[in-house]
């Protein structure tokens, strides 16, 4: 079982839907979460950064944290064809370097295609 | 603000040869990692350099070494190149070392070994 799970779609919907995309995690020590959006070919962008448990809104986005199902969400609302691309869950706990952590980890990302 | 920068943008080697990779962090960053990501996975750690040391390390080869500089920007090497290290290599930065905070990402170094 990978530490992150993410479906790797493509997940295709029309313009103006509302968007929710998933991660799924095993590891209980992960504190910090991070949604990032791609373009192909491109580097990743951060678009929510959250602490915890909860929510955090952001214009049209909505991150939510559910530590105690270790699932994490972003709601995209009034999507737009702009906001095709792939998103990319990541995630870390709390350690200060010493060896033995991991970076950021990464789910697959998932190909989200907005239909004009 | 120029953001991260990486250089080159693209790079095609053959087996057995070695490459090196550079990476300049967002203004007022100190904190360089470096990421591969191969194709339709998401990025895996290699490493994350602070006050020019190597500080954490991902499940990479010994062929993969990296290095700061005093002004911050970062280089990674890899020797020995193997079909399988094809990928886009991402340099992500930030401020002061701890692995929570914010991550900014460079557009990336795509590596082709033939």
């Known amino acids: 079982q990978k530490e992150v799970e993410q479906d790797p779609g493509p997940l295709s919907v029309p313009e103006g839907a509302i968007v929710s995309l998933n991660c799924t995690y095993s590891n209980s020590a992960f504190q910090y979460f991070m949604w990032y959006r791609q373009y192909s070919r491109k580097g990743p962008e951060l678009l929510m950064y959250?602490?915890?448990?909860g929510n955090k809104e952001d214009g049209r986005f909505t991150a939510q944290v559910d530590k105690s199902s270790k699932y994490i969400s972003l709601f995209i609302r009034d999507s737009q064809p702009s906001d095709s691309a792939t998103y990319l869950c990541a995630m870390s706990a709390q350690e200060l370097g010493g060896g033995g952590a991991d970076g950021l980890t990464f789910g697959k990302g998932t190909h989200l295609i907005i239909q004009p | 603000d120029a953001g991260v920068t990486q250089s080159p943008t693209h790079l095609i080697k053959t087996r057995g040869q070695q490459v090196t990779l550079r990476c300049s962090p967002k203004s007022g960053h100190d904190t360089v990692s470096w990421y591969q990501q191969a194709l339709g996975q998401g990025p895996q750690f290699i490493f994350q350099?602070?006050?020019?040391?190597?500080?954490q390390r991902g499940n990479f080869p010994d062929r993969f070494s990296g290095h700061q500089f005093p002004n911050y920007s970062s280089e990674l090497n890899v020797n020995a190149l193997l079909l399988g290290d094809s990928a886009l290599y991402l340099c992500?930065?930030?401020?002061?070392?701890?692995?929570?905070?914010?991550?900014?990402f460079g557009p990336g170094t795509r590596l082709t070994v033939l």
């Open positions: 992500a930065s930030s401020a002061g070392g701890a692995m929570s905070d914010e991550q900014f």
């Open positions: 959250t602490y915890s448990s």
């Open positions: 350099y602070y006050e020019e040391e190597e500080r």
